[in-house]
């Protein structure tokens, strides 16, 4: 299936920038921006009891063939739709024969989950494997590579590290060109956010553009190990391809 525009989707995990990535190519002439479109369908089939949930449920379609049809293969104001997907937002067993469509390049966003699952705890208090989108990003890139794909994988620490190089290497990749605007962006919050913004996006919303990246210290707390030794292969998986 193919559409007159160009769609790129980002399959992320929490905590990997993805957000800001949004906001920055939001920036360009030439995107539009969809922000987590499989939100409320993930909220309804887990049952979990994220912040503004109500608010997702009326926001959005709950079912994947209305987001498909409604959202990632509909006609765009721009030539390009950038979309941000969160890769735990899917269960593993849908139809992603989606992620085929001719107009669509497929890309991660990945992030150590040393670094990761620390600051994903410190919020939801309580994490199980679905919570963390590792698997569900391996499953995609697996699929993708046993059809002869080679999709872009971005990791967000090297992202942050030097975006003035990076960000450009990215748009490369995904064959769009870069514009400097990317680089930075107004205060405060986009069109493009979803409804759930004020209970996600309260860091986002106060920068101006990127910056330096912060490291985590400390340990990883040690209700953390499971999840830790089933997030790291897939990470180093993905982490091989990775600009």
């Known amino acids: 299936m193919t559409s007159t ?5 980002i399959w992320a995990c929490p905590r990997t920038v993805s957000t800001a990535l ?3 190519f939001c920036q360009h002439s030439q995107v539009v921006g969809v922000d987590e479109p499989f939100y409320a369908y ?3 089939r887990s049952g979990k009891l994220h912040p503004m949930r109500d608010e997702v449920m009326s926001s959005q379609a709950q079912s994947i063939d209305e987001v498909v049809n409604g959202v990632l293969r509909a006609e765009c104001a721009k030539p390009v739709q950038y979309v ?26 990945i992030r150590h989950p040393r670094e990761m699952l620390p600051s994903l705890f410190s919020d939801l208090e309580q994490l199980e494997r679905i919570d963390i989108g590792y698997g569900q990003q391996l ?3 697996e699929r993708l590579l046993a059809q002869g794909k080679r999709p872009v994988v971005v990791e967000s620490t090297k992202l942050l590290a030097n ?15 870069f514009e400097e605007q990317m680089m930075r962006w107004p205060v405060g919050s986009h069109s493009s956010y979803g409804i759930w913004a004020p209970a996600w996006y309260g860091k986002v919303m106060k920068t101006s553009g990127w910056s330096a990246h912060v490291p985590k210290v400390g340990g990883l707390p040690p209700e953390l190990d499971e999840l830790f030794e089933f997030a790291l292969p897939a990470y180093e998986r993905l ?5």
Do not use: V, W
């Open 163 to 177: 975006p003035q190089e990076m960000l450009p290497r990215l748009c490369t990749a995904l064959n769009i060109e």
């Open 84 to 109: 941000k997907h969160m890769a735990h937002h899917l269960f593993g067993d849908e139809d992603l024969s989606f992620l085929d469509d001719d107009d669509t390049t497929n890309a991660f966003l």
């Open 42 to 44: 993930y909220l309804k």
């Open 239 to 243: 982490l091989e391809y990775s600009l």
């Open 5 to 9: 525009n160009k769609r790129i989707a």
């Open 139 to 141: 499953q995609l890139f």
């Open 22 to 24: 949004l906001r920055s």
